[in-house]
């Protein structure tokens, strides 16, 4: 395969993408909109589903160097009251971790940048794409008349308002709003013997959740949710108003939010969209939130990216194996069986993932206590069924 494939978006899932590529000997280029690339946001949970892509691709040292493991899952109340505490079962090569988002996606951008299969292109703004139908290839386009090499195929993994996917899905909704805000925060040298090392903690009052974890030696991400109006922004006084708003949590939670410096307090209002029945045509398709955004309400945005890069990568070495080399693969064959292999699972993300969000925004203090009681008595089994769902995929057994 001479011609590389066109990697639109250098986040989490592009820079995987191009790892899982160029490790099945698929040159990529990269094409990514700022023209340093870097990564913001708070923390994220890695967990087996994904970790085992990235471990099996030899970066499990350098993951656990900026990270720490998660070895409990507790969801409780808003006064502390635990109803779901159990131990996470993870593998030595698909583990558990907590990891600053920043520092994930510079373990992934420093392994792309030193793959000789990779290349990355920045301060390049797609706003599109276009084909050359003759020859069957196409490049990314942007302003002011820029356009791109040209590629094999095109992979929008441009996020959730890509321009890769507005183009391939004229006229569609933008996206829905949840009802809800998030505020998310790091904290350094935290100690409280309230809160346990290693545990990764979600408590829910009335309208309003609040959550936190260890993502290295010294850090603990915290985060908050309450239902707001869409678009309000936060003053001066973000820390104070924080711990009006979460007076009813615990007192080691709200001790995290007053020793986080006000100016590292990020907000971002709560957005998906429902799920596509198909992603792509033809040579380009999605990948991550471009196809799939999610509320972050069970820790898989980033993960979903990652195991659809594994998938796409492994689609692409089928049809290799099957026709004898890459150069006689049929792109969009290879994207097809991708989305096809994907899309249910992905969609399943989104709904529970939704789900998950309305139930632990509920405000109606009938509704709340509706909602312990399930938690309480809801049976471990099932619990255990329904994380094994979504932490025990396998991109090799997910055909």
Same mark, same amino acid.
């Given at each position: 395969?001479?011609?590389?494939? %066109?990697?639109?978006?250098?986040?989490?899932?592009?820079?995987?993408?191009?790892?899982? @590529?160029?490790?099945?000997?698929?040159?990529?280029?990269?094409?990514?909109?700022?023209?340093?690339?870097?990564?913001?946001?708070?923390? *994220?949970?890695? $967990?087996?589903?994904?970790?085992?892509?990235?471990?099996?691709?030899?970066?499990?040292?350098?993951?656990?160097?900026?990270?720490?493991?998660?070895?409990?899952?507790? *969801? $409780?109340?808003?006064?502390?009251?635990?109803?779901?505490?159990?131990?996470?079962?993870?593998?030595?090569?698909?583990?558990?971790?907590?990891? #600053?988002?920043?520092?994930? #996606?510079?373990?992934?951008?420093?392994?792309?940048?030193? #793959?000789?299969? *990779? &290349?990355?292109?920045?301060?390049?703004?797609?706003?599109?794409?276009? #084909?050359?139908?003759?020859?069957?290839?196409?490049?990314? +386009?942007?302003?002011?008349?820029?356009?791109?090499?040209?590629?094999?195929?095109?992979?929008?993994?441009?996020?959730?308002?890509?321009?890769?996917?507005?183009? @391939?899905?004229?006229?569609?909704?933008?996206?829905?709003?949840?009802?809800?805000?998030?505020?998310?925060? +790091?904290?350094?040298?935290?100690?409280?013997? $309230?809160?346990?090392?290693?545990?990764?903690? &979600?408590?829910?009052?009335?309208?309003?959740?609040?959550?936190?974890?260890?993502?290295?030696?010294?850090?603990?991400?915290?985060?908050?949710?309450?239902?707001?109006?869409?678009?309000?922004?936060?003053?001066?006084?973000? *820390?104070?108003? @924080?711990?009006?708003?979460?007076?009813?949590?615990?007192?080691?939670? =709200?001790?995290?939010?007053?020793?986080?410096?006000?100016?590292?307090? @990020?907000?971002?209002? %709560?957005?998906? !969209?429902?799920?596509?029945?198909?992603?792509?045509?033809?040579?380009?398709?999605?990948?991550?939130?471009?196809?799939?955004?999610?509320?972050?309400?069970?820790?898989?945005?980033?993960?979903?990216?990652?195991?659809?890069?594994?998938?796409?990568?492994?689609?692409?070495?089928?049809?290799?194996?099957?026709?004898?080399?890459?150069?006689?693969?049929?792109?969009?064959?290879?994207?097809?069986?991708?989305?096809?292999?994907?899309?249910?699972?992905?969609?399943?993300?989104?709904?529970?993932? =939704?789900?998950?969000?309305?139930?632990?925004?509920?405000?109606?203090? +009938?509704?709340?206590?509706?909602?312990?009681?399930?938690?309480?008595?809801?049976? !471990?089994?099932?619990?255990? !069924?329904?994380?094994?769902?979504?932490?025990?995929?396998?991109?090799?057994?997910?055909?």
């Amino acid at each position: 395969m001479d011609e590389p494939v %066109i990697v639109v978006g250098a986040g989490i899932g592009g820079l995987s993408a191009a790892l899982c @590529l160029a490790h099945e000997s698929i040159p990529v280029v990269v094409v990514e909109r700022f023209a340093e690339v870097r990564e913001v946001g708070a923390g *994220i949970l890695l $967990g087996p589903n994904a970790s085992r892509v990235l471990y099996a691709r030899g970066l499990g040292d350098a993951l656990e160097r900026v990270s720490a493991p998660m070895t409990h899952l507790g *969801i $409780g109340a808003d006064r502390g009251e635990l109803f779901v505490e159990k131990e996470a079962n993870a593998r030595a090569d698909a583990p558990f971790r907590m990891i #600053h988002r920043a520092a994930l #996606h510079g373990v992934l951008y420093e392994a792309a940048t030193q #793959h000789a299969l *990779i &290349e990355v292109e920045t301060g390049r703004a797609v706003e599109g794409f276009e #084909h050359d139908a003759e020859r069957g290839r196409v490049r990314a +386009v942007g302003d002011e008349g820029w356009a791109g090499g040209w590629g094999r195929a095109l992979i929008g993994c441009d996020g959730l308002r890509s321009a890769v996917r507005a183009q @391939l899905h004229p006229g569609e909704a933008q996206p829905a709003y949840h009802g809800y805000t998030c505020w998310r925060g +790091v904290t350094s040298r935290f100690e409280h013997e $309230g809160f346990a090392r290693g545990m990764l903690l &979600e408590l829910q009052g009335r309208g309003r959740r609040a959550g936190m974890g260890y993502i290295d030696e010294e850090r603990v991400y915290w985060w908050a949710t309450a239902n707001t109006p869409q678009g309000e922004r936060d003053g001066e006084d973000v *820390i104070e108003d @924080l711990q009006r708003r979460f007076e009813a949590f615990p007192d080691y939670f =709200r001790a995290m939010i007053a020793s986080t410096p006000a100016a590292q307090v @990020l907000r971002n209002d %709560i957005f998906d !969209r429902p799920p596509l029945k198909m992603w792509g045509q033809e040579n380009v398709t999605l990948l991550g939130d471009a196809a799939h955004p999610m509320a972050p309400n069970l820790g898989q945005g980033a993960c979903s990216a990652i195991e659809d890069a594994a998938m796409l990568a492994r689609c692409f070495a089928e049809l290799r194996d099957e026709q004898g080399s890459l150069a006689s693969v049929n792109v969009a064959s290879a994207f097809r069986r991708y989305e096809a292999r994907r899309c249910k699972r992905t969609a399943m993300l989104q709904r529970l993932s =939704r789900q998950f969000g309305t139930v632990g925004q509920l405000e109606h203090p +009938v509704a709340v206590w509706m909602r312990e009681l399930a938690m309480r008595w809801t049976p !471990r089994a099932m619990l255990d !069924r329904q994380q094994a769902e979504i932490w025990d995929y396998r991109v090799e057994g997910g055909a």
